[in-house]
């Protein structure tokens, strides 16, 4: 029983394209993140959304849309890809905001060519 | 403001202890974590600790915090060739969202 699940595992495509990437968390959790991790291995957050409200937005790009449909999803649409958009994309969820665990889903690696 | 800094490296023989470090400035933190991220994989919750506590112990892995000079650590016992990954430290606060704020990652390799 997979608890965090992002779709697609690999995404490679052409500078200038529109992507998504979906999330599903089926453990009931109210907080889903996006975070980004660099070629460096670097973690970063980028969204935290609690019960389909964005609370965190950490000053990416107006590129970076996501969008929750409810609760148990978190999907993170990207336009214009540029190549620095090159990453592993990170879903994770928590109970609730202020709750110290978070689950990782596996990743998506994200290749802009 | 938050930061949080790791060795990058680590290398140890299989059958001894690891020993990896973590040091952070936000003195508001109220969790502090480790993580393991295996090649290719996601990221793991090994254990947290809440930062009125000195000291966690779970099975091989014990976490300590030294919450007056914001130091964290996380000693493998008994470390085994699985062990190898990249183990990042993390920290949240009270009133961040629960956003995690992690470390630049330590690379531990165990050697036979």
């Known amino acids: 029983d997979t608890a965090v699940s992002q779709t697609p595992k690999y995404l490679v495509t052409q500078m200038g394209n529109d992507k998504s990437i979906k999330c599903e968390q089926n453990?009931?959790?109210?907080?889903m993140y996006w975070y980004k991790q660099d070629s460096k291995k670097f973690l970063k957050i980028m969204f935290s959304y609690n019960n389909k409200e964005l609370i965190i937005n950490e000053t990416v790009p107006n590129r970076f849309s996501p969008k929750s449909p409810d609760k148990a999803h978190l999907n993170l649409h990207i336009n214009s890809l540029e190549l620095g958009d090159s990453a592993v994309y990170f879903c994770?969820?928590?109970?609730?905001?202020?709750?110290?665990?978070?689950?990782f889903g596996q990743g998506t690696r994200l290749t802009v060519v | 403001g938050e930061d949080v800094e790791q060795s990058l490296f680590l290398s140890v023989r299989e059958g001894d202890s690891s020993v990896i470090n973590c040091t952070y400035t936000?003195?508001?933190?109220?969790?502090l974590y480790w993580y393991k991220q295996e090649p290719g994989a996601g990221l793991q919750l090994l254990t947290y600790?809440?930062?009125?506590?000195d000291m966690k112990q779970d099975q091989r892995l014990t976490v300590l915090l030294n919450k007056k000079d914001k130091h964290l650590s996380l000693r493998i016992a008994d470390t085994q060739t699985g062990d190898s990954a990249i183990y990042f430290c993390a920290e949240s606060r009270a009133g961040g969202g629960n956003k995690l704020t992690f470390g630049t990652g330590t690379q531990l390799k165990v050697e036979l």
């Open positions: 453990l009931g959790h109210d907080t």
């Open positions: 600790i809440f930062s009125n506590m």
């Open positions: 994770a969820s928590s109970q609730a905001v202020g709750q110290g665990e978070a689950f």
């Open positions: 936000d003195s508001s933190s109220t969790y």
